[in-house]
């Protein structure tokens, strides 16, 4: 069976990097991708060709069919009916999230127009959280006039115990984050100590 390329590059270059910079005294310990989620929110207004072509495009840029979610109960001041179709979602395992997060990584970022890279932020528990407002930065996609954009969240779950070992693995799996901004000490003036920030002069590493 053929291993997927970005998979790849983690055993061979990312684990002996991770370990270098953790101290993880064998390979089983180095934090990976478990999985990807990709959740796009359905307006309850939408008609059923909406919904269809939500799933269509998901499916086209995941690379696997997502399941439609419903409501369970009806609540009056959202307009939501029981049953009504709520969200499309699609967990990505495997050869599939590989493959899917090397083309976000490589192709799809880097893409957007004046694109500066995207936040450094993670959940606090090494997992992070990706908002796309509009589904035709995928190349994957091609948008038809009076077509509306998909939103969707990209949530990527990881192993790491901390953010900061989230943020290690998927900087040098090529993640495109922003430079770090480097909070220096406060500089007495004239008037006063007035704090002074820099941007940070290291480049994210790239895999």
């Known amino acids: 069976m053929t291993v997927p390329t970005l998979k790849k590059i983690y055993l061979e270059q990312v684990v002996p990097e991770l370990q270098k910079l953790h101290g993880y005294k064998?390979?089983?310990?180095?934090?990976?991708?478990?999985?990807?989620?990709?959740?796009?929110?359905?307006?309850?207004?939408?008609?059923?060709?909406?919904?269809?072509?939500?799933?269509?495009?998901?499916?086209?840029?995941?690379?696997?069919k997502p399941v439609v979610t419903r409501a369970r109960t009806s609540v009056a001041n959202f307009k939501v009916r029981e049953n009504m179709p709520t969200a499309a979602m699609v967990?990505?395992?495997?050869?599939?999230m590989w493959d899917f997060l090397l083309r976000l990584i490589a192709v799809t970022l880097p893409n957007i127009r004046d694109f500066r890279g995207v936040s450094r932020k993670f959940d606090g528990r090494g997992n992070y959280n990706l908002g796309i407002g509009d589904h035709t930065i995928f190349p994957e996609i091609t948008?038809?006039?009076?077509?509306?954009?998909i939103g969707m969240d990209i949530t990527i779950v990881t192993t790491a115990r901390t953010d900061d070992e989230g943020r290690d693995l998927l900087r040098l799996l090529g993640m495109p984050f922003r430079a770090a901004v480097v909070r220096e000490p406060a500089k007495?003036?004239?008037?006063?100590?007035?704090?002074?920030?820099?941007?940070?002069?290291?480049?994210p590493v790239s895999a």
């Open 26 to 64: 064998n390979p089983h310990q180095v934090p990976t991708v478990n999985k990807i989620v990709i959740n796009s929110r359905i307006n309850s207004e939408a008609d059923k060709n909406w919904v269809v072509e939500v799933v269509k495009d998901i499916t086209t840029i995941s690379g696997q």
């Open 188 to 203: 007495p003036t004239q008037g006063g100590p007035a704090p002074v920030a820099a941007e940070a002069a290291a480049a």
């Open 143 to 149: 948008m038809d006039p009076g077509r509306k954009n």
């Open 91 to 96: 967990t990505l395992r495997g050869p599939n």
